[in-house]
């Protein structure tokens, strides 16, 4: 299966059969994050291509340093989402080596049109087996569960977010100078621009042929607004019992708090690969005791 920031065309190199998955984002807005997680790193996220000096990014600062920075090996993110589709069909050559980083190779670098990474894109759509928009979290999970017959993908330590783009320690200023500069940002992402419609017209006809429904996806939601779990509960030291008790009273509270989605929350949680089988049979008799105790419409 090939996903995440490779490119279509990479599982011709690879033995066995595969399946298409697309991460793809708002133009824009994938862009916008980009910069701002990686312009502090020296010449930004990589190096300049050989024939041009390298030297440290000056961050940003202003209009120009932008533009630098887009000139820096972030030129693979300029229609990021084409590039990956159609870069491979473009490339008038094209080698792979073991040791290559299929993240960065060159063909994702190269100065193709707007006009050619667009329509090659276009022709690539149908190929893609599983399109996961970050936009839409939840249903796009959904999907993958549906596609492979998978039980419920869910963590309920985490609230299965991206971590802060701060994290990566750009400033408000540098905030305010890429979103004074949008324009150039728009510029770089003319074809990206011109297919994100597209994508999100499949995605929405991915979820009708799955059957994902408003329920689900709220459901999903409703697990993972805050970590619904500790795991300092299931130290080994702990009584299996306190824990199952634990794990239904988190439940039951979460329940409490959207009681519409109570019966779909239970069944999602007791369809957890991770329980054990003694685990939840008895984490479905405690849910079944509670619910009918305080929550009323189940």
């Not at 400033?171 to 990206?192: F, G, P, R, W, Y």
């Not at 306190?242 to 239904?248: G, I, T």
Request: with cysteine; net charge negative; glycine share 4%.
């Amino acid at each position: 299966m090939v996903a995440g920031h490779i490119f279509m065309g990479l599982e011709s190199f690879l033995p066995g059969n595969w399946d298409f998955w697309m991460n793809a984002r708002e133009p824009v807005a994938r862009l916008r994050s980009g910069l701002l997680r990686f312009h502090a790193r020296d010449t930004t996220h990589g190096k300049r291509k050989s024939y041009d000096l390298i030297k440290p990014s000056r961050g940003l600062v202003d209009r120009d340093s932008l533009a630098d920075v887009l000139a820096t090996s972030l030129q693979r993110e300029r229609n990021g989402i084409c590039r990956r589709l159609a870069s491979m069909t473009l490339a008038k050559r094209f080698s792979l080596l073991d040791t290559d980083n299929i993240e960065q190779i060159s063909i994702l670098e190269e100065g193709y049109t707007d006009e050619d990474l667009f329509n090659a894109s276009l022709e690539r759509l149908d190929r893609i087996n599983a399109l996961f928009l970050a936009e839409h979290f939840h249903a796009s999970v959904l999907s993958i569960e549906k596609i492979y017959g998978l039980a419920p993908l869910i963590n309920p330590f985490t609230v299965l977010r991206h971590n802060s783009a701060r994290v990566s320690g750009f400033t408000t200023e540098h905030e305010k100078c890429v979103d004074a500069n949008l324009d150039l940002i728009m510029e770089s992402q003319v074809a990206d621009l011109k297919l994100w419609p597209l994508l999100l017209k499949k995605f929405r006809y991915q979820i009708s042929e799955l059957g994902i429904s408003k329920q689900e996806i709220a459901t999903r939601e409703l697990i993972h607004h805050q970590p619904l779990f500790n795991d300092e509960w299931f130290a080994e030291e702990e009584d299996q019992e306190k824990v199952v008790e634990l794990m239904a009273t988190a439940v039951v509270k979460r329940a409490r708090s959207k009681p519409e989605l109570a019966a779909s929350l239970c069944s999602t949680i007791l369809a957890w690969p991770l329980l054990s089988d003694l685990s939840r049979e008895r984490l479905d008799l405690a849910l079944k005791r509670m619910m009918s105790k305080h929550v009323t419409s189940v």
